[in-house]
């Protein structure tokens, strides 16, 4: 299929306007020519060729040709657990985005993730690459980088619909952009709801810039998968990563964006004021559990509504290693185990955690086997009625 694109030299104008056109792929000329009538001038960026190679491979991957092992292909019969927390990694893509959260960006395929499927008993997978932000303040390579992932995610869940889903990556901070691109991505590739970072690039969620990017999502009722991101700092010199530990962000600091963003969410009654919005919220809520009562309700008069929204319209997903302990706090707060979701956080959590995550489940205190059994499979049917097989 290579051969099928020329890219060397990638004259973009060329390619899109030109004869050069028929040399492309007929995917990769209908992306280029949908991305220009939004706006979106992919051909600039050096990422966009072999994204363009990775998504146009992804449509013609013949998956049983693939010497994938048919066992791992359909999921077993008591493989019904939905990881709603789980990332691909294209490889354009970690060429862009070499590391997050201080750890280096993990090799992925196809195969090693329905190994990981079938190792947890994984039905099916959301998959999400929430963070486009890459160049900060360049808003076009943000929107061109959100583009080429909601194609390559959908061109990859296409190979195996009965496997996969994926949530919508968003162009924000850039609200307009990001407008155009969840409602396409939604509307035309099939995704499933809209995955956000805690802060896009410094900007936490509750901004009265995202406003209008709610009121559109309000509309079209959708579930928004929220994961976190690095801290930045705003300095004289433009933004930097902030790390204040000798600890990578994803250990410490990805806890504690959580519970920024939803303070943030709250005091701005984004959370409470958008009653149709359901909001996935990472790692049993990381740190958000310890400031609800002195930050959020404590600050705010609408103690009534935060809670109600944190009861009926926000769920939680189970990555990483929460349920020893850490599961304890959430409840607390009347939290009903009927709105925990399983997430894996693969291929992000480090080897070494994957069965100690899976154990703490599998051991926790909280809840009783019928409550882990429908953590798994049953209350994400209920968020998403209809809009996923499982
Ligand atoms: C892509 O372009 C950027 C500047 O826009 C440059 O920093 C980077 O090295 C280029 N990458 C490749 C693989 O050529
Ligand atoms: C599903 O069955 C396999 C093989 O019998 C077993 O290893 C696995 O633990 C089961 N999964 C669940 C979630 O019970
Ligand atoms: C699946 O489980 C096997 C056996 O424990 C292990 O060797 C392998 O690394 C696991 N694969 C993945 C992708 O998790
Ligand atoms: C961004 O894209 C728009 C529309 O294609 C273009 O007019 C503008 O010059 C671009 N901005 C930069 C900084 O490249
Ligand atoms: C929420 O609603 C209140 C009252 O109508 C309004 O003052 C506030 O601006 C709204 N905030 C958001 C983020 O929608």
């Known amino acids: 299929m290579w051969t099928l694109i020329v890219l060397a030299g990638f004259g973009a104008l060329k390619l899109v306007h030109g004869n050069a056109e028929l040399q492309l792929d007929p995917i990769a000329s209908r992306i280029l020519r949908e991305a220009l009538a939004d706006g ?35 999921a077993a019969r008591n493989a019904t657990t939905v990881d709603v927390h789980a990332h691909h990694v294209p490889n354009w893509f970690r060429a862009i985005e070499p590391s ?63 496997r996969f889903s994926f949530f919508a990556t968003s162009a924000l901070p850039y609200v307009d952009e990001s407008l155009t691109e969840v409602k396409r991505a939604v509307e035309t590739l099939g995704a499933v709801g809209v995955a956000l970072t805690s802060n896009h690039e410094g900007k936490y969620l509750g901004n009265p810039e995202f406003a209008r990017f709610f009121t559109g999502m309000e509309a079209m009722n959708a579930i928004v998968f929220v994961h976190p991101a690095n801290p930045l700092m705003e300095t004289a010199g433009g933004l930097v990563l902030a790390n204040p ?25 984004t959370l409470q004021n958008l009653t149709h919005l359901n909001w996935i919220i990472p790692h049993v809520g990381g ?48 939290i009903s185990p009927s709105f925990l979701l399983y997430g894996s956080d693969w291929p992000w959590i480090p080897a070494a955690l994957v069965d ?20 798994r499979s049953e209350n994400v049917k209920r968020l998403f009625e209809g809009k996923i097989g499982i």
């Open 245 to 269: 530990t000798l600890y990578p962000q994803g250990i410490a600091e990805f806890f504690f964006e959580t519970a920024r963003t939803f303070m943030d969410l709250a005091l701005s009654r």
């Open 40 to 74: 979106i001038e992919l051909a600039l960026f050096n990422f966009t060729a072999p994204a363009l190679q990775e998504i146009v491979a992804w449509a013609h991957f013949d998956v049983r040709k693939s010497g994938i092992p048919e066992g791992l292909l359909r």
């Open 356 to 375: 100690p995550a899976f154990d703490a489940i599998a051991t926790s205190p909280f809840l009783n086997d019928a409550q882990k059994l429908a953590m």
């Open 287 to 334: 740190s958000l559990l310890s400031i609800i009562d002195r930050s959020i309700t404590g600050r705010s008069e609408e103690t009534t509504a935060i809670m109600q929204a944190f009861h009926t319209r926000c769920w939680w997903d189970s990555a990483g290693i929460t349920y020893a302990h850490q599961l304890g706090g959430l409840l607390a707060y009347n």
């Open 100 to 162: 997050d959260g201080g750890m280096p960006s993990p090799a992925w395929t196809l195969e090693s993730q329905l190994q990981h499927m079938a190792n947890q008993s994984i039905g099916r997978s959301i998959l999400s690459i929430p963070k486009p932000n890459e160049f900060l303040g360049d808003k076009n390579a943000t929107a061109a980088i959100a583009r080429l992932l909601n194609e390559n995610t959908a061109a990859l869940v296409k190979v195996l619909p009965n």
